[in-house]
């Protein structure tokens, strides 16, 4: 129980009483500490990468082994890990051969392969957004009706066509000329969307506070596995 | 609101306290420090230049030991084409001194200073000038934890027109560190404060039962279960893309601990995808005690946690792909997202899953609330172990978060009031005192 329990809440009470105070004290010290910290993390991290590599080894391993659907998938995995692990201690690492100036093997891989992976699977999102915006903006309660409508003026005021139409609309423009799409649209992202997004970001930030404040004390210990003793 | 029913004169007089502390702590500190900035500036004269009056050297307050303020008065012959020449030494009184900065006279006040009321007497009265010991600081060769060497340095400052200069008599200061950067005080005051308040109200749940609002998301977990155990599907839960040093990430993970023992009893599929490997870590512990509490360590699988990458996209392709081809019945995304919120959660959608989520990233908050069935939002997900597992010292703590709203909001109400007023009787002028200076407790330097 003392190490499973009583040493790490000790650990943690302390440098968790450690770092607050850290953020008030401007002595040399005080940075000092922080640098060890963000080191020591750096260290933990990378011996962490192992328990990850390890990880995934192991369960496309079992999944190739026990032929459970979708193996294939795996002997991918499998086969893109160990190729670019090769790649890369040949590369030593690097994009670019330091001698030569060339690019390695490994950066072309990563250049000409995961990059554009990379953005393929980005640029699906445009496609989610439009699916998304339907199923948001269905106006089926006065709530969504309302959104349906902040969204159509922000839409408009940040596309040129949107500006173009008011400009058809209103030749003069509303008010002698003084409102157009882009002032409405200023507008609803400053106020109603800002005040929103202040109203929850309190609420965050409170939370996020009072949740330290629980681990340090050692009130919340359900991230040390199980929950009361 | 997490609590809306009990405690209410308990709340209100714990406010009351609060918002009267910390109004008259910087009432008292905002008249001390702003009865100078009030006094008005005397107009420039074409007088014969006089050494500055009043020089004083001092080790830079709130800092790390590398920094001199030095202060002089006004002058009466300020005005254009009047410089200050501030010169040190490092070897003595005597020099020989270098030159280390030059200004106009009619700039550079102690009010030009960017700090609070409380840490900083902002007047127009006196010049102002800050000297960082550059070349010690560019080396950057001092090892950790070595106590700083403090040094002393010699200034003297010089008022020229062009034609004739005078200079003040040297004065010196020793540049030492500070324990304590008074700039953040309010912050102290607050973050003790609000300390104070959840630690009460947590020691106060002790005793008596607090009423939790429902909370619709969590309230849907085990429909969400019960689903996926009825439909023999798997579960997803994702625990964000942070690392275990964010707050959301430990917050994703208490609640895989409350999810997993339900698991556990429902003897339903888990499957937690990881973009980080100490989470990884953290949250196979956690799932395996979790089974272990509900009596169920025989059902616990090693693979229920694993590792697929820490590059955004391909983690977010590999989820895409499993939960097409395993076609969960019920999908958790709790934790901070980026981009890949979306496409995570419209696959989920995709495949017919309930979807549950619980986010502090309030840009991607509106992705969630869109596709999912529930949405955790903000602090929600910091309330949802609490919620979950019904413990009373956990409950306590939102009550605590309660009171913090409750001051925020008067806090807010008040300034609003307060500038109000100052626009509309132009107290402004009449107090020498602008109204951004009333903001300064709340915020952040």
Redesign the interface.
């Known amino acids: 129980m003392f190490f499973k329990r009583t040493l790490p809440l000790t650990i943690c009470f302390v440098m968790g009483v450690l770092f607050a105070a850290q953020y008030f004290v401007p002595h040399p010290w005080s940075e000092d500490l922080l640098t060890l910290s963000q080191e020591w993390t750096i260290v933990v991290g990378a011996f962490a990468a192992f328990l990850g590599y390890y990880s995934i080894v192991r369960v496309h391993a079992i999944k190739v082994k026990r032929h459970i659907p979708g193996w294939g998938f795996s002997v991918v995995a499998l086969a893109s890990f160990a190729v670019m692990f090769v790649l890369g201690c040949l590369a030593q690492g690097a994009s670019i051969d330091p001698a030569s100036g060339k690019q390695t093997v490994f950066g072309w891989v990563y250049s000409n392969m995961m990059v554009p992976l990379q953005g393929t699977m980005f640029s699906i999102l445009a496609f989610f957004i439009a699916s998304a915006a339907f199923r948001a903006f269905r106006a089926r309660t006065f709530e969504a009706a309302l959104l349906l409508l902040a969204a159509v003026v922000v839409m408009f005021g940040r596309v040129p066509l949107g500006e173009y139409i008011w400009k058809c609309i209103f030749p003069g423009g509303p008010g002698g000329g003084g409102i157009n799409m882009a002032n409405i649209t200023d507008w609803v992202m400053s106020f109603p969307n800002m005040a929103g997004q202040r109203g929850i970001a309190f609420g965050i930030v409170l939370g996020g506070l009072a949740m330290s404040l629980r681990i340090i004390f050692g009130i919340e210990k359900t991230y040390l596995g199980g929950g009361k003793e | 609101m997490h609590n809306s029913r009990t405690g209410g004169c308990g709340a209100a007089i714990s406010t009351c306290v609060i918002v009267v502390l910390c109004a008259a702590v910087f009432m008292a500190a905002f008249l001390a420090g702003t009865m100078s900035y009030a006094q008005t500036a005397q107009p420039p004269s074409a007088a014969a230049l006089t050494p500055p009056a009043e020089f004083a050297v001092e080790d830079a307050p709130?800092?790390?030991?590398r920094c001199f303020f030095l202060t002089w008065k006004k002058m009466p012959y300020d005005g254009p084409g009047v410089e200050y020449v501030v010169y040190m030494s490092s070897q003595g009184g005597n020099g020989p001194f270098e030159e280390c900065d030059r200004f106009e006279s009619t700039s550079r006040f102690k009010a030009d200073v960017p700090w609070p009321f409380w840490a900083w007497n902002k007047t127009k009265e006196y010049h102002w000038t800050e000297v960082e010991l550059q070349e010690a600081a560019a080396t950057g060769k001092?090892e950790?934890?070595r106590t700083?060497k403090t040094e002393q340095r010699w200034f003297k400052v010089a008022a020229t027109d062009g034609t004739q200069t005078v200079e003040t008599s040297v004065a010196s200061a020793v540049a030492g560190?500070?324990?304590?950067?008074q700039v953040?005080l309010n912050?102290?005051l607050f973050?003790a404060l609000?300390?104070s308040v959840?630690?009460f109200f947590?020691a106060k749940a002790k005793k008596k039962d607090l009423f939790l609002r429902k909370i619709p998301g969590l309230s849907a977990v085990d429909e969400a279960l019960g689903r996926a155990t009825e439909m023999g599907k798997p579960i997803f839960f994702l625990t964000g893309r942070l690392?275990v040093?964010s707050?959301?990430t430990?917050?994703a993970?208490?609640i895989l601990?409350?999810v997993a023992?339900k698991v556990a009893k429902y003897d339903t599929q888990l499957r937690v995808p990881?973009c980080?490997?100490?989470v990884?870590?953290?949250c196979q512990?956690?799932t395996?005690?979790?089974y272990?509490?509900a009596g169920r360590p025989d059902a616990y699988k090693e693979?229920s946690?694993?590792?697929?990458?820490?590059?955004?996209?391909?983690y977010?392709?590999a989820v895409d792909?499993q939960m097409l081809?395993e076609r969960p019945a019920a999908c958790f995304y709790m934790g901070y997202y980026y981009?890949e919120a979306?496409?995570l959660a419209?696959a989920g959608a995709g495949v017919g899953a309930i979807q549950i989520a619980g986010s502090?990233a309030?840009t991607q908050?509106?992705?969630f609330?869109?596709?999912c069935d529930y949405t955790l939002?903000?602090?929600?997900?910091?309330?949802a172990?609490a919620y979950l597992?019904r413990?009373p010292?956990?409950l306590g703590?939102?009550r605590?978060?309660d009171i913090?709203?409750i001051v925020?909001m008067i806090v807010l109400l008040l300034g609003v009031l307060l500038g109000t007023i100052w626009v509309l009787f132009d107290l402004q002028r009449t107090t020498g005192i602008p109204y951004t200076r009333l903001l300064e407790p709340f915020r952040a330097f």
């Open positions: 709130s800092d790390s030991g001092r950790k934890f700083p560190p500070n324990w304590l950067n953040k912050n102290l973050m609000f300390a959840v630690l947590i690392g040093s707050i959301s430990i917050a993970t208490t601990g409350e023992k990881h980080d490997p100490i990884l870590g953290l512990e956690v395996k005690q979790a272990l509490t693979d946690n694993y590792f697929i990458t820490s590059d955004q996209f391909a977010t392709a792909g081809r981009a979306l496409l419209e502090d309030d908050l509106p992705f609330v869109t596709v939002i903000g602090e929600e997900l910091y309330a172990s597992s413990e010292v956990l703590s939102l605590g978060q913090g709203k925020i």
